[in-house]
């Protein structure tokens, strides 16, 4: 066996290892990254990148499909022909893009990188299994960063015409009709575009409504969005069993009703990786089913850290990328904290949605009065143009001071708005800092800006 040392031994090449071994090699720490399968986890390889890439497919064939759009400004085309193997195949070369460019990313910091499977023996020792044999690795420090897997229904198990997110996203075929189980990220999402795709769309959702994690205000145009792409919603249901083409669902009422699908996508969330790879031996904290972490990231054990989705939600790359470097230079030497006040979260539906902070109903609970400032996309310039007028942006603030704790959104290409929101929260701003940043015109951002001064009491443009 093969026996190797190191300071920091990383386990896991999703963007919260990837990014910490990056981080850690610039930082001059001796850092080694075992990954089992390939470098870019979920995230670049079966999650944000690839649903992002179908989602872009989708949203392209649609906007051929029904012209109105195209018509109302004077273009008109044939009927549109979709190489639906072919976007996949354009999708996969983006993945490998990225994927091979962390292999570059990890190798200019310095990063010994393992392709092989990795099996924890103590807090600072891990064996790896690879094709060219086994590996001894001794630590100083470990850093856990082995993700999540999807969840599983018992009665309707991942196989066959049963998908999860990642069977969804390798399809070489639009399926006639498509289940949907779930109305959380994943399902919405994937259940827009492939309704754009041209399949027939059901969402079943166990809550009564879709999307739970948002309030139902920046839902709604989503809902419409939905009905107006002829998917069907059916709130408050639950799968049962798939067979010969048909999910039967039953309501909250007790009956029971089938739903046509040639295939049905399971999205009933995911869960923290942690079996399998003896984490089990370290006896370490947990937080349900999660390894439990304090605010440095670290587990129950000394010099054993965790991060990402390993750790529980919000299941997000970019809150693992964030822990990842606040591990590595806390190893480093920094004192550092992962405090993030803010942890944007968007859902790529259509119309988009970001939301970071409080909503308005969780500021009242935690501050007292609050003051909510609305501004709509219909009275904004930059989304006429755009052909795109649905949606808003709302922006909570305490009513004493004005210091602003929640900003929110929804409409076409918001989440690229996300970045500033983020700043205004990190940043402490007050309803005042932005109501006197120049926002330029004509953006959709002028609508954040426009928020502002409605939260003041005193909108320009409505
Ligand atoms: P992962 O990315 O899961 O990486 C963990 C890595 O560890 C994997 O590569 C795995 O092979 C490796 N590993 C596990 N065990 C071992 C072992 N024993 N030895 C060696 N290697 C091991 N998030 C967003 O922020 N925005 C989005 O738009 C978004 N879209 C998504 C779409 C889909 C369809 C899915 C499924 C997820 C999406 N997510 C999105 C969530 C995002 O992908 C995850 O939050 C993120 O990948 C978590 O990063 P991580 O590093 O914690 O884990
Ligand atoms: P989710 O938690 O977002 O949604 C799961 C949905 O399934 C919920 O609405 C839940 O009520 C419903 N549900 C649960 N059991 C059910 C049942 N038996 N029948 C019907 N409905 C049921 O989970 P997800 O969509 O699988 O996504 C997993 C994680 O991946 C998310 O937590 C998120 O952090 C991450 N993700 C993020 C993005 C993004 O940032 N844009 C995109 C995709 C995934």
Redesign the pocket.
Known sequence: MNELRCKVLV???????YVAAIRAGQLGLDTIL?????L????L????IP??ALIHAAGAAHGLREPRALNAIGLSVGPPKLDFAGAIAWKDGIVARLTSGVGALLKKAKVRTLL????IVDGKTATVRADTGETRIAAEHLLL????E?VELPALKFGGDILS??DA?ALTEVPRSLAVVGAG??GM??GIAFAKLGANVTIVEALPKILPLYDAELTQPVARRLADLGVETLLGVRALAHAEGALKVMGADGKERAVRADKVLVAVG?RA?TG??GLESLDLAMSGANVRIDERCATSMRNVWA????TGEP??????MAQGETVAEIIAGSKRVFDMKAIPA?C?TDPEIVAVGLSPDAAKSAHGEIRVGHFPFRANGRAMTLQDDEGFVRVTARADNHLVLGIHAVGQGVSELSAAFSLALEMGARLEDIALTIHAHPTMSEAFHESALAALGHPLHI
């Open positions: 386990i896991g090449g999703g963007p919260g290892g075992v990954e089992e399968n390939k870019g986890g979920t995230c390889n079966v999650g944000c649903s992002k092989g499977s990795a099996t960063a082995t993700g999540s999807p997110s990642t996203l990220y994943i999402e994937l995911r990786r399998g790879f991060i990402g989705d390993l299941m997000l790359a970019h809150r693992a968007i790529f």
